[in-house]
């Protein structure tokens, strides 16, 4: 079982940043492909970013390539979402999510353990 808990959400106007931390409980944090997510009132789950065990690939949706970074910490058991530039649009709640499976992993059927979210409002 891996437990996740994620940080860090808020208010923030349009054009600022935020960080999301998402801790893992696990001991081999390092052998999950972690994963963002998000879902904004009345819409579907959406792909964010994926990162690889090493934290060597990872991969964007469209929609966030040069904005957002995603990156993680395996000695502190913590992936992390730095969102730049935002838009009222990026407001919804975003989740982080394990797997062991590695590729794009762009589909929430491909992970096994979710957090509870954290919600994001961009104000204009």
């Known amino acids: 079982q891996v437990q996740l808990v994620e940080s860090g959400g808020g208010l923030v106007q349009a054009g600022g940043s935020l960080r999301l931390s998402c801790a893992a409980s696990s001991r081999t944090f390092s052998s999950y492909s972690m994963g963002w997510f998000r879902q904004a009132p009345g819409k579907e789950r959406e792909f964010v970013a994926v990162i690889g065990w090493k934290g060597g690939s990872t991969y964007y949706a469209d929609s966030m390539k040069g904005r957002f970074t995603i990156s993680r910490d395996n000695a502190k058991n913590t992936v992390y979402l730095q969102m730049n530039s935002l838009k009222p649009e990026d407001t919804a709640v975003y989740y982080c999510?394990?797997?062991?499976?590695?590729?794009?992993?762009?589909?929430?059927?491909?992970?096994?353990?979710w957090g509870q979210g954290t919600q994001v409002t961009v104000s204009s």
């Open positions: 999510a394990a797997t062991r499976n590695w590729g794009t992993l762009t589909r929430g059927y491909e992970y096994d353990y």
